[in-house]
């Protein structure tokens, strides 16, 4: 069992930066993908980014690319996303999630993970 809380979330203007952190706990989880979702108001949930815990392999979805970077740190059992450059587009409920796996395999399908947090608001203003 697995148990995920973000946090780092806020209000932040267009071009502004956030990190937010995922703090993992219950179980080891060597074997875990680590991915971060996003759900807009009124909107399907978007995957963001993932990485594998193991060896640290990151995947983009592509309107994030080049200014979000997504790390782990394994002492911390802690996930981050480093967001940079935000728009007003990437406002939402941000989510961390976990799955077996080591590879990115339907990395960007929500129902494929199978531990998730509560969610942090990130919200961007113009």
Not at 88 to 106: N, R, S
Request: overall charge positive; some cysteine.
């Amino acid at each position: 069992q697995v148990q995920l809380a973000e946090s780092g979330g806020g209000l932040v203007q267009a071009g502004d930066s956030l990190r937010l952190s995922c703090a993992a706990s219950g179980r080891q989880f060597s074997t875990y993908v680590m991915g971060w979702f996003r759900q807009a108001p009124e909107k399907e949930r978007e995957y963001v980014a993932a990485i594998t815990w193991s060896a640290g392999n990151t995947h983009y979805a592509d309107s994030v690319k080049g200014r979000f970077t997504v790390s782990r740190d394994k002492p911390k059992n802690t996930v981050y996303l480093q967001m940079n450059s935000l728009k007003p587009e990437d406002t939402g409920v941000y989510y961390c999630a976990a799955k077996f796996g080591t590879t990115f395999d339907y990395v960007g399908r929500s129902y494929t993970y199978d531990y998730w947090g509560q969610g942090t608001q990130v919200t961007v203003s113009s």
